[in-house]
């Protein structure tokens, strides 16, 4: 059985987990399994409606930033860490950043003095601290959210724990 719902103005199709494309290794990017615990959101290949929550909190920096040390962490070259370790920098650490995340000042000089020779962990301390900020602020007002509440009511609706959520283009 195959629902959708409105989200924020975008149309997500619903469906059973079990009759999804999530089990086709090439489009598993654009689903995302129903979970509640923050663990599972975060680590799942997709987490569009906790991000579609987050833009309308102005505070999806936040994801991007944390997905992206995620990403960081695997670069296995100097040359390509030094660039994105770079991009990270201005993208999100520096002060006045175009997407400049909320982390204290002394994780903020670490940061500015690894970055001349970034290793993979040089953005860990600042992604602990937005990790702990959403954890603790953003996804517990997301669990109380209207976006979340009409997941939830449809998903009951259906009677099922376990469905694919994908954005309909």
Not at 50 to 76: P, R, V
Request: include cysteine; glycine fraction near 2%.
């Amino acid at each position: 059985m195959k629902t959708s719902i409105v989200i924020l103005g975008h149309t997500f199709s619903v469906q059973l987990a079990s009759q999804c494309c999530c089990r086709e290794k090439r489009k598993r990017k654009v689903c995302w399994i129903f979970c509640k615990s923050m663990f599972d959101i975060l680590f799942s290949d997709g987490p569009i409606v906790y991000k579609s929550y987050l833009k309308t909190e102005y505070s999806d920096e936040n994801m991007e930033f944390w997905l992206a040390c995620e990403k960081y962490k695997k670069i296995l070259s100097q040359r390509k860490r030094i660039s994105e370790a770079q991009k990270l920098f201005k993208e999100f650490i520096q002060p006045q950043a175009p997407k400049e995340i909320n982390i204290d000042s002394p994780v903020r000089e670490g940061i500015t003095l690894k970055i001349q020779e970034p290793t993979q962990c040089c953005f860990d301390e600042a992604q602990k601290i937005v990790y702990l900020h959403m954890e603790r602020d953003s996804y517990p007002r997301f669990l109380s959210s209207q976006i979340y509440q009409s997941l939830i009511f449809t998903l009951s609706a259906q009677q099922q724990s376990t469905v694919c959520l994908k954005e309909e283009k």
